[in-house]
């Protein structure tokens, strides 16, 4: 289950760093763009390298949107390649992947997370689409959504 995990968020990533190179990839045009960013913490320290991922709760939103925590721990959502996420209510997972050393994993193509040993570093209640309770409603006029975590 772990594997097929980080498989779906390496091709939900890399499609939506890479734009997905098709126009039927993005979002639905019943679904616009808005603003989507924040701020991740985790015992009140910012989180760098984690994933932000909107899962859309309705079919009609397209792939939802995606997001990378830099060192201060500020994301900017994406979605097939633009800025913004689109409009509507999401699930939300925050997920860190580290290598065996604790640095952060970056999976490309040619290097999946699994083939450096990369495993999950965030609380599963905050990682796994299961269990995550973190959800937000995208507005019109877009939004920040600030998730503050705890390791316990």
Known sequence: MKVLYQLMLLVSGIGTLAGCGSASAGPKAESPLAPAKGCVTIDNKPIEGAVVIFSPLAANMGDGAIGITDAKGNYEATSGGATGAPMGNYKIMISRLIDPAGKTVVATLETPPANLGAVESMPRKYSDHAMT?????????GGTFDFKLTSR
Request: proline share 0%; with cysteine; aromatic share 0%.
């Open 133 to 141: 309770a973190l959800k937000c409603t995208v507005a019109a006029g």
